[in-house]
C-alpha cells in the first residue's frame, strides 16, 4: 500500500512543484511539505487535502488508501457513525456505501461550511 508520503511526493514531481513553490501554494511551512513527504506528520487536516488535491490535480481521495478511510469511520462506535452519517454524508447525498471520493468531499464541505 502506498503511503500518503509516497503519494504526495509523486503528485509533487508529476507537475513539477519544489516543495517550497507547493508549500507556497497552500499557505504552509516547507517543513512541513518536508514532513508530510518524509512520514514524519501523518495526519494533515481535511483542508490541506483538500488544498493539495487542488494545486496537484488530483482528487481527494488519491491520497487516502480506499480502505483507510472507510475501514475509519466503520472502526468508530455506532452512535458516532450515525452521527457522521446523518451530519455530514446524508446531507452532502452520500453514504458510507458511495464513491470514496465523494465522501471526502462530503466532510471537506462540511467543515468548510458556516457554524
Known amino acids: 500500500m502506498q ?12 507537475v513539477g512543484l519544489t516543495s517550497d513553490q507547493l508549500a507556497d501554494s497552500i499557505h504552509v511551512s516547507r517543513t512541513y511539505i518536508s514532513n ?3 512520514g514524519k506528520k501523518l495526519n494533515p487536516s ?6 493539495l488535491s487542488k494545486v496537484l ?6 491520497f487516502f488508501g480506499s480502505s483507510e478511510v ?11 457513525q450515525e452521527r457522521i452519517l446523518s ?10 456505501d458511495g464513491d470514496e471520493s465523494a ?13
Open 87 to 96: 451530519t455530514v454524508l446524508e446531507p452532502h447525498g452520500t453514504s458510507l
Open 36 to 38: 508530510l513527504e518524509n
Open 70 to 80: 472507510i475501514g475509519f469511520i466503520h472502526s468508530l462506535p455506532r452512535d458516532i
Open 3 to 14: 503511503t500518503l508520503a509516497t503519494l504526495l511526493k509523486a503528485a509533487r514531481g508529476e
Open 46 to 51: 481535511m483542508e490541506v487535502i483538500a488544498d
Open 103 to 115: 465522501i471526502l468531499e462530503a466532510f471537506i464541505a462540511y467543515f468548510r461550511s458556516p457554524k
Open 57 to 62: 490535480g488530483k482528487p481527494v481521495n488519491y
